[in-house]
Protein backbone atom coordinates (compact mmCIF):
# COMPACT_ATOMS: atom_id res chain seq x y z
CA UNK A 1 0.00 0.00 0.00
CA UNK A 2 1.42 3.48 -0.66
CA UNK A 3 2.14 5.71 1.92
CA UNK A 4 0.14 8.41 2.48
CA UNK A 5 0.90 11.41 5.10
CA UNK A 6 -2.15 14.16 5.38
CA UNK A 7 -0.92 17.52 4.49
CA UNK A 8 -2.26 18.51 7.89
CA UNK A 9 0.06 16.79 9.85
CA UNK A 10 3.11 19.23 8.19
CA UNK A 11 1.22 22.37 8.59
CA UNK A 12 1.83 25.20 5.23
CA UNK A 13 4.98 26.33 6.79
CA UNK A 14 6.29 22.54 6.85
CA UNK A 15 4.70 21.28 3.45
CA UNK A 16 6.30 24.31 1.79
CA UNK A 17 9.73 23.65 2.92
CA UNK A 18 9.30 19.83 2.77
CA UNK A 19 8.11 20.34 -0.73
CA UNK A 20 11.15 23.05 -1.51
CA UNK A 21 14.10 22.25 0.78
CA UNK A 22 16.81 20.55 -2.03
CA UNK A 23 15.81 23.71 -4.82
CA UNK A 24 19.03 24.71 -6.06
CA UNK A 25 19.03 28.17 -7.74
CA UNK A 26 20.42 28.54 -11.42
CA UNK A 27 20.42 32.03 -12.31
CA UNK A 28 22.71 35.01 -11.04
CA UNK A 29 19.54 37.00 -11.09
CA UNK A 30 18.06 35.42 -8.37
CA UNK A 31 19.47 36.39 -5.12
CA UNK A 32 17.04 34.88 -2.78
CA UNK A 33 14.58 32.03 -3.78
CA UNK A 34 11.98 30.73 -0.91
CA UNK A 35 12.37 31.15 2.65
CA UNK A 36 11.64 34.64 3.41
CA UNK A 37 8.56 37.06 3.15
CA UNK A 38 9.57 37.46 -0.68
CA UNK A 39 12.34 36.55 -3.11
CA UNK A 40 15.07 39.00 -4.30
CA UNK A 41 15.80 38.91 -8.09
CA UNK A 42 18.65 41.44 -9.51
CA UNK A 43 18.52 42.10 -13.45
CA UNK A 44 20.59 45.14 -13.68
CA UNK A 45 19.71 46.91 -17.33
CA UNK A 46 17.29 44.04 -18.70
CA UNK A 47 13.65 44.56 -19.31
CA UNK A 48 11.88 42.25 -17.24
CA UNK A 49 8.70 40.13 -18.48
CA UNK A 50 6.20 38.94 -15.76
CA UNK A 51 3.14 36.44 -17.11
CA UNK A 52 0.66 34.39 -14.63
CA UNK A 53 -1.29 31.59 -15.35
CA UNK A 54 -4.18 29.95 -13.56
CA UNK A 55 -5.33 26.26 -13.84
CA UNK A 56 -8.40 24.84 -11.92
CA UNK A 57 -9.55 21.51 -11.63
CA UNK A 58 -13.11 20.54 -14.06
CA UNK A 59 -12.12 23.25 -15.42
CA UNK A 60 -8.29 22.72 -17.25
CA UNK A 61 -7.73 19.06 -16.13
CA UNK A 62 -9.41 15.85 -15.24
CA UNK A 63 -7.73 13.61 -12.83
CA UNK A 64 -9.22 10.71 -14.66
CA UNK A 65 -6.10 10.98 -17.32
CA UNK A 66 -3.75 13.28 -16.00
CA UNK A 67 -1.22 12.28 -13.69
CA UNK A 68 -0.27 14.84 -11.56
CA UNK A 69 3.81 14.73 -12.46
CA UNK A 70 2.65 15.55 -15.90
CA UNK A 71 0.35 18.15 -14.05
CA UNK A 72 3.29 19.78 -12.58
CA UNK A 73 5.43 19.89 -15.52
CA UNK A 74 2.74 21.27 -17.84
CA UNK A 75 2.09 23.95 -15.47
CA UNK A 76 5.57 25.39 -15.60
CA UNK A 77 5.73 25.11 -19.12
CA UNK A 78 3.05 26.41 -20.11
CA UNK A 79 4.14 29.21 -18.22
CA UNK A 80 7.35 29.36 -20.06
CA UNK A 81 6.09 29.78 -23.11
CA UNK A 82 3.93 32.79 -22.62
CA UNK A 83 8.00 34.75 -21.59
CA UNK A 84 9.30 32.79 -25.09
CA UNK A 85 6.59 34.50 -27.24
CA UNK A 86 8.00 37.56 -26.14
CA UNK A 87 11.49 36.78 -27.09
CA UNK A 88 12.51 36.14 -24.06
CA UNK A 89 14.12 34.06 -21.19
CA UNK A 90 12.48 32.56 -18.27
CA UNK A 91 14.29 32.77 -15.18
CA UNK A 92 12.42 32.52 -12.15
CA UNK A 93 8.25 31.21 -11.30
CA UNK A 94 6.05 31.14 -8.31
CA UNK A 95 3.66 28.61 -8.01
CA UNK A 96 0.53 28.84 -5.67
CA UNK A 97 -1.62 25.90 -4.67
CA UNK A 98 -5.23 25.57 -3.59
CA UNK A 99 -6.03 21.87 -2.38
CA UNK A 100 -8.26 20.02 -0.76
CA UNK A 101 -8.16 17.31 1.54
CA UNK A 102 -8.34 14.39 -0.81
CA UNK A 103 -4.40 15.28 -1.71
CA UNK A 104 -1.66 13.60 0.39
CA UNK A 105 1.82 14.96 0.98
CA UNK A 106 2.89 12.40 -1.36
CA UNK A 107 0.55 13.48 -3.77
CA UNK A 108 2.09 17.09 -3.70
CA UNK A 109 5.71 15.51 -3.86
CA UNK A 110 4.35 13.56 -7.64
CA UNK A 111 3.30 17.19 -7.96
CA UNK A 112 6.63 18.99 -7.40
CA UNK A 113 8.84 16.32 -8.98
CA UNK A 114 7.04 17.19 -12.47
CA UNK A 115 7.23 20.99 -11.57
CA UNK A 116 10.93 21.12 -10.41
CA UNK A 117 11.90 18.51 -13.30
CA UNK A 118 10.61 21.95 -16.02
CA UNK A 119 12.57 23.96 -13.92
CA UNK A 120 15.23 21.53 -14.29
CA UNK A 121 15.11 21.47 -18.27
CA UNK A 122 14.56 24.84 -19.23
CA UNK A 123 16.56 26.22 -16.56
CA UNK A 124 14.05 28.52 -14.32
CA UNK A 125 14.27 28.63 -10.90
CA UNK A 126 11.32 28.09 -8.24
CA UNK A 127 11.70 30.78 -5.84
CA UNK A 128 8.25 30.79 -4.16
CA UNK A 129 4.56 30.85 -3.86
CA UNK A 130 1.83 29.98 -1.63
CA UNK A 131 -0.73 27.32 -0.12
CA UNK A 132 -3.94 27.60 0.82
CA UNK A 133 -7.02 24.63 1.93
CA UNK A 134 -9.32 24.59 -1.36
CA UNK A 135 -13.14 23.21 -1.47
CA UNK A 136 -12.55 22.81 -4.58
CA UNK A 137 -10.32 20.25 -5.75
CA UNK A 138 -7.00 21.76 -7.09
CA UNK A 139 -6.24 25.11 -7.89
CA UNK A 140 -2.84 26.57 -9.88
CA UNK A 141 -1.72 29.78 -9.79
CA UNK A 142 2.19 30.26 -11.71
CA UNK A 143 3.91 33.19 -12.45
CA UNK A 144 6.73 33.44 -14.43
CA UNK A 145 9.74 36.20 -14.68
CA UNK A 146 11.37 36.39 -17.67
CA UNK A 147 14.71 38.35 -19.09
CA UNK A 148 15.48 40.16 -22.51
CA UNK A 149 17.44 42.33 -23.52
CA UNK A 150 15.85 46.03 -24.40
CA UNK A 151 15.90 46.19 -27.85
CA UNK A 152 15.05 42.37 -28.18
CA UNK A 153 11.37 42.14 -27.00
CA UNK A 154 8.57 41.07 -29.01
CA UNK A 155 5.24 42.21 -29.03
CA UNK A 156 1.59 41.11 -30.91
CA UNK A 157 1.79 44.77 -32.15
CA UNK A 158 4.66 44.71 -34.49
CA UNK A 159 3.65 42.83 -37.57
CA UNK A 160 3.74 45.13 -41.17
CA UNK A 161 2.61 44.44 -44.37
CA UNK A 162 3.76 42.24 -46.71
CA UNK A 163 5.86 40.18 -43.28
CA UNK A 164 6.09 36.52 -43.65
CA UNK A 165 3.55 34.49 -41.08
CA UNK A 166 5.26 31.88 -39.76
CA UNK A 167 4.68 29.14 -37.23
CA UNK A 168 7.07 26.76 -35.34
CA UNK A 169 5.98 22.71 -35.18
CA UNK A 170 2.72 21.24 -36.30
CA UNK A 171 -0.81 21.88 -35.05
CA UNK A 172 -4.01 20.09 -33.67
CA UNK A 173 -1.88 17.17 -31.90
CA UNK A 174 -2.89 18.46 -28.64
CA UNK A 175 -6.05 19.00 -29.50
CA UNK A 176 -6.93 15.27 -30.48
CA UNK A 177 -4.63 13.85 -27.75
CA UNK A 178 -7.69 15.49 -25.82
CA UNK A 179 -10.49 13.70 -27.99
CA UNK A 180 -8.85 10.69 -27.50
CA UNK A 181 -8.34 10.78 -23.89
CA UNK A 182 -11.94 11.81 -23.03
CA UNK A 183 -13.10 8.93 -25.67
CA UNK A 184 -11.02 6.91 -23.62
CA UNK A 185 -12.71 8.13 -20.43
CA UNK A 186 -16.14 7.79 -21.36
CA UNK A 187 -15.64 3.89 -22.31
CA UNK A 188 -14.24 3.57 -18.85
CA UNK A 189 -16.97 4.55 -16.85
CA UNK A 190 -19.18 1.81 -18.15
CA UNK A 191 -16.35 -0.86 -18.26
CA UNK A 192 -14.72 -2.62 -14.64
CA UNK A 193 -11.44 -4.18 -16.72
CA UNK A 194 -10.17 -1.84 -18.69
CA UNK A 195 -7.22 -1.04 -20.64
CA UNK A 196 -7.31 1.96 -23.06
CA UNK A 197 -6.04 2.04 -26.37
CA UNK A 198 -3.51 4.09 -27.14
CA UNK A 199 -0.73 2.23 -29.23
CA UNK A 200 0.19 4.39 -32.24
CA UNK A 201 -0.92 7.65 -30.75
CA UNK A 202 1.82 8.44 -28.19
CA UNK A 203 2.45 11.73 -29.98
CA UNK A 204 -0.71 12.51 -29.35
CA UNK A 205 -0.55 12.05 -26.14
CA UNK A 206 2.74 13.99 -25.65
CA UNK A 207 1.28 16.73 -27.10
CA UNK A 208 -1.83 17.10 -24.67
CA UNK A 209 -0.24 15.59 -21.62
CA UNK A 210 3.57 17.02 -21.68
CA UNK A 211 3.93 19.95 -24.13
CA UNK A 212 7.01 21.77 -24.39
CA UNK A 213 7.58 25.47 -24.40
CA UNK A 214 9.71 26.45 -28.06
CA UNK A 215 13.04 27.60 -26.12
CA UNK A 216 14.41 26.00 -28.67
CA UNK A 217 13.35 28.43 -31.76
CA UNK A 218 14.03 31.20 -30.07
CA UNK A 219 17.44 30.05 -29.83
CA UNK A 220 17.05 29.28 -33.57
CA UNK A 221 16.14 33.01 -34.28
CA UNK A 222 18.48 34.51 -32.39
CA UNK A 223 21.59 32.39 -34.01
CA UNK A 224 20.24 33.21 -37.29
CA UNK A 225 20.05 36.92 -36.72
CA UNK A 226 16.42 36.88 -37.43
CA UNK A 227 13.91 39.07 -34.68
CA UNK A 228 10.41 38.66 -35.41
CA UNK A 229 8.78 41.75 -35.56
CA UNK A 230 5.74 40.32 -33.88
CA UNK A 231 4.84 37.03 -32.15
CA UNK A 232 2.38 34.90 -30.29
CA UNK A 233 2.36 30.94 -28.39
CA UNK A 234 -0.67 29.22 -29.44
CA UNK A 235 -2.57 28.02 -26.55
CA UNK A 236 -6.30 28.79 -27.97
CA UNK A 237 -5.75 27.60 -31.02
CA UNK A 238 -4.10 29.26 -34.78
CA UNK A 239 -7.20 31.66 -35.84
CA UNK A 240 -7.54 32.93 -32.21
CA UNK A 241 -3.52 33.50 -32.04
CA UNK A 242 -4.04 35.57 -35.59
CA UNK A 243 -6.42 37.73 -35.29
CA UNK A 244 -4.75 38.80 -31.89
CA UNK A 245 -1.66 40.03 -33.59
CA UNK A 246 -3.99 41.23 -36.67
CA UNK A 247 -5.87 43.49 -34.07
CA UNK A 248 -3.28 44.58 -31.79
CA UNK A 249 -0.80 45.57 -35.29
CA UNK A 250 -3.80 46.84 -37.15
CA UNK A 251 -3.00 44.35 -40.22
CA UNK A 252 -4.95 41.89 -42.37
CA UNK A 253 -3.72 38.58 -43.24
CA UNK A 254 -3.86 35.55 -45.59
CA UNK A 255 -2.62 32.08 -45.00
CA UNK A 256 -2.49 28.38 -46.45
CA UNK A 257 -4.58 25.94 -46.13
CA UNK A 258 -1.77 23.72 -48.07
CA UNK A 259 0.92 25.27 -45.45
CA UNK A 260 -0.21 24.36 -42.41
CA UNK A 261 1.87 22.01 -40.60
CA UNK A 262 0.25 18.86 -39.55
CA UNK A 263 1.41 15.64 -38.04
CA UNK A 264 0.20 12.21 -39.74
CA UNK A 265 -1.37 10.98 -35.87
CA UNK A 266 -3.13 13.90 -35.74
CA UNK A 267 -4.37 13.61 -39.24
CA UNK A 268 -5.06 9.90 -38.56
CA UNK A 269 -7.03 10.33 -35.52
CA UNK A 270 -9.62 13.26 -37.14
CA UNK A 271 -10.40 10.92 -39.54
CA UNK A 272 -11.30 8.28 -37.04
CA UNK A 273 -13.86 10.87 -35.25
CA UNK A 274 -14.76 11.88 -38.33
CA UNK A 275 -13.18 15.71 -37.36
CA UNK A 276 -12.59 18.29 -40.21
CA UNK A 277 -8.93 18.07 -39.71
CA UNK A 278 -8.14 21.61 -40.70
CA UNK A 279 -10.65 23.11 -38.23
CA UNK A 280 -8.92 20.60 -35.39
CA UNK A 281 -5.50 22.43 -36.71
CA UNK A 282 -6.81 25.89 -36.67
CA UNK A 283 -9.01 26.01 -33.60
CA UNK A 284 -7.89 23.05 -31.15
CA UNK A 285 -5.26 25.30 -28.89
CA UNK A 286 -2.77 23.82 -26.32
CA UNK A 287 -0.55 23.68 -29.46
CA UNK A 288 2.39 26.30 -27.15
CA UNK A 289 4.11 26.66 -30.82
CA UNK A 290 5.03 29.98 -31.73
CA UNK A 291 3.38 32.09 -34.53
CA UNK A 292 5.40 34.98 -35.53
CA UNK A 293 5.98 37.16 -38.27
CA UNK A 294 9.50 38.45 -40.24
CA UNK A 295 10.16 40.73 -42.85
CA UNK A 296 10.41 39.57 -46.20
CA UNK A 297 14.18 40.57 -46.44
CA UNK A 298 14.73 37.45 -43.92
CA UNK A 299 12.55 35.00 -45.91
CA UNK A 300 15.27 32.61 -47.08
CA UNK A 301 16.94 32.74 -43.19
CA UNK A 302 13.54 31.82 -41.52
CA UNK A 303 12.98 28.78 -44.12
CA UNK A 304 16.52 27.24 -43.63
CA UNK A 305 15.38 26.76 -40.00
CA UNK A 306 14.26 23.20 -38.82
CA UNK A 307 11.19 23.21 -37.18
CA UNK A 308 9.88 26.31 -38.83
CA UNK A 309 7.09 26.59 -41.29
CA UNK A 310 5.65 29.71 -43.38
CA UNK A 311 2.49 30.16 -43.77
CA UNK A 312 1.23 33.12 -45.36
CA UNK A 313 1.64 36.79 -45.08
CA UNK A 314 0.42 40.00 -43.49
CA UNK A 315 -1.66 42.24 -45.70
CA UNK A 316 -3.60 45.41 -45.36
CA UNK A 317 -6.59 45.67 -43.09
CA UNK A 318 -8.86 46.16 -45.33
CA UNK A 319 -8.04 43.19 -47.12
CA UNK A 320 -8.96 41.00 -43.94
CA UNK A 321 -8.02 38.48 -42.23
CA UNK A 322 -8.22 34.99 -44.89
CA UNK A 323 -7.30 31.43 -44.69
CA UNK A 324 -7.16 30.44 -48.56
CA UNK A 325 -8.17 26.35 -49.38
CA UNK A 326 -6.46 24.14 -51.33
CA UNK A 327 -9.00 24.86 -53.68
CA UNK A 328 -8.34 29.22 -54.13
CA UNK A 329 -11.21 29.62 -51.97
CA UNK A 330 -11.43 32.42 -48.96
CA UNK A 331 -12.59 31.56 -45.63
CA UNK A 332 -12.48 35.13 -43.10
CA UNK A 333 -11.02 33.52 -39.74
CA UNK A 334 -12.79 33.20 -36.80
CA UNK A 335 -11.94 32.89 -33.10
CA UNK A 336 -13.31 29.40 -32.25
CA UNK A 337 -10.48 28.30 -29.88
CA UNK A 338 -11.27 27.43 -26.63
CA UNK A 339 -12.86 29.74 -23.94
CA UNK A 340 -13.06 28.88 -20.32
CA UNK A 341 -15.40 31.79 -20.06
CA UNK A 342 -17.89 30.72 -22.49
CA UNK A 343 -21.56 29.39 -21.31
CA UNK A 344 -21.82 25.71 -22.01
Not at 70 to 84: C, E
Not at 107 to 131: M, R
Not at 177 to 189: A, N, S, V
Not at 231 to 251: C, F, K, P, T, Y
Request: charged content about 25%; overall charge negative.
Amino acid sequence: MNKRTEIGTLGEFGLIRHLTEKIELKNSSTVKGVGDDAAVLDYQNKEILVTTDLLLEGIHFDFTYVPLKHLGYKSAVVNFSDVYAMNGRPKQITVSLGISKRFSVEDLEEFYSGLTLACEVYGVDLVGGDTSASLTGLTISTTCLGEAEKDQVVYRSGAKETDLICVSGDLGAAYMGLQLLEREKQIFKGEKDFTPDFSGKEYLLERQLKPEARKDIVELLAKNDVKPTSMIDVSDGLSSELLHIARESNVGCQIYEERIPIDFQTASMAEQFNMNLITAAMNGGEDYELLFTVPLTDHDKVAAIKGVRIIGHITKPEFGTLLVGRDGGEVELKAQGWNSLAQE
